[in-house]
């Protein structure tokens, strides 16, 4: 019985992760893998039931969990709280409580999906890049503040400023890079780590400690890349890369471009893992997308690809992991898509159109 704390959350999030449950319910019925689902609140519905984003009983729950599953937080309802008690302070904070600090994005394009990209077939047609982004440090969690302060250009006068401060220590570098040369081995064996070291003395920090762990991986081929020219090079030429590891400001930015090779955000699922042995938490990488809310029109894909990457990395179901991503490549061939994956053709037949439900019962059925 492996035990999963669900996080459903706001917009879209109860819909998606419904389609995620019913395709392990396929699961179970075919290989007799049971799960266990306790629901925890966090996010908007958490601050309407609670008055804060992530309750203490929730990662009291998530932390004696297997794995947890999430979809999506946040919403306009929430957006003019102060910044500690917005559902993003609810992510956060679990982030941190379950000590998540490596979190994996993988971009891969299916050969179907191929026109949904808006970038030329030429350039994203095997694409199949992993970025690894630091997720408890950096400028997201270090000291902040604001105050008044004069200014030397305008005299008799005081202004308002706020701070964040970007900074990481040897330890937090080191095991996610550890993390990403791990990953690099068992892919293409490139890494490329991203960071502003021409500016930064953090991102210098960084570099150095990349480059002293990789005698430790003489057989991964180690790149560094500025986070600029990693922007523009992953529109030019994709191709290029296997497994980027990065700071957790850049991996926001740039696992949400490297989504958008594969066509739609929607697709994306992602990972986030602490030390080994302690639950993993899964998430589409898309957010809660409140628009199309109830709706039936959400992609549930990015969150049964998640589902997947729960059964790999922290419940040690590989097999079954496979089984649901050949669903989700089935599914794609056979020619059925979501609003936001429209194609102009299937690869042997007709695109179908379908809505959240839908897309979850034919993936069901593929497993
Ligand atoms: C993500 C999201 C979050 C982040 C937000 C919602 C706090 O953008 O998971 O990428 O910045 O980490
Ligand atoms: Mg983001």
Known sequence: MKKIAVIKGDGIG???????????????????????????????????????????????????????????????KWDTLPGHLRPEA??????????LFANLRPAIIHEALIDASTLKADVVRGVDIMAVRELTGGVYFGERGRGY??????VGEKFEFAFDTDKYNTMEVERIARCAFDIAMRRGKKLCSVDKANVLENSRLWRETVNKLASEY???????MYVDNAAMQLIRYPLQFDVIVTSNLFGDILSD??????????MLPSASLGKPGEPGMFEPIHGSA????????ANPLGTILSVAMMLRYSLGLEAEAQMIEAGVTKVLADGYRTKDILTASAVGGEIKIVGTVEMGTLVAERV
Do not use: W
């Open 14 to 76: 109860p819909e998606i992760v419904a389609e995620a449950q019913k395709v392990l319910a396929a699961l179970t019925a075919k290989t007799g893998v049971q799960f266990e689902y306790t629901d925890v609140l966090m996010g908007g519905v958490a601050i309407d039931a609670t008055g804060v984003p992530l309750p203490d009983e929730t990662v009291e729950i998530c932390k004696n969990s297997d794995a947890v599953l999430l979809g999506a937080v946040g919403g306009p």
């Open 90 to 99: 609810g992510l956060l904070g679990i982030r941190k409580a379950l000590g």
């Open 149 to 154: 302060e004069a200014s030397a250009d305008v």
């Open 218 to 224: 003489p057989e991964v081929e180690l790149s560094h």
């Open 257 to 266: 471009e490297a989504s958008m090779l594969t066509g739609s955000i929607g």
């Open 290 to 297: 409140p628009d199309i809310a109830g709706k039936n029109l």
